[in-house]
């Protein structure tokens, strides 16, 4: 028994040391605004998704509008890279604000990375 779990560890932990987390992606350049006037107004909320993983892999990230307390008015997720991996190194840039139907009391928006997967 000994040896089958010794066999199934060395198996499993080159896959293990190879998975990417959420803390491996990082979100810049987060740029936020409200385009255009009245009902035509939408969100555009521009940041650039980089992979800091030793493999490539692809991350879902949460869009967050809050008001002025810091209450979450509409929440979205999405994939900047859609159903692409980044390499290692690299990033792509993604506007999530068409996720989001822009309201006057939206005042502050937090980006997180929520889930990393390999396509």
């Known amino acids: 028994m000994k ?3 010794a066999a199934t560890l060395l198996l499993v ?3 293990a040391a190879h998975a990417c987390a959420a803390t491996d992606f990082a979100i810049q350049d987060v740029k936020v605004a409200a385009v ?3 009902i035509a107004t939408r969100l555009s909320v521009k940041g650039k998704l980089v ?3 030793t493999s490539a892999a692809a991350a879902q990230v ?7 307390s810091g209450n979450v008015l509409a929440s979205r997720v999405g994939w900047p890279a859609g159903t692409t991996n980044v390499s290692p190194g690299q990033s792509v840039e993604f506007d999530l ?3 989001l139907h822009y309201q006057s009391d939206m005042q502050s928006y937090s980006l ?3 889930d990393v997967k390999s396509w």
């Open 112 to 114: 997180s990375v929520v």
């Open 3 to 5: 040896t089958v779990l």
């Open 51 to 53: 992979n800091n993983c």
């Open 97 to 99: 604000g068409r996720l």
């Open 62 to 68: 949460r869009l967050d509008a809050k008001d002025g």
């Open 36 to 38: 255009g006037n009245g």
């Open 13 to 15: 932990a080159p896959i």
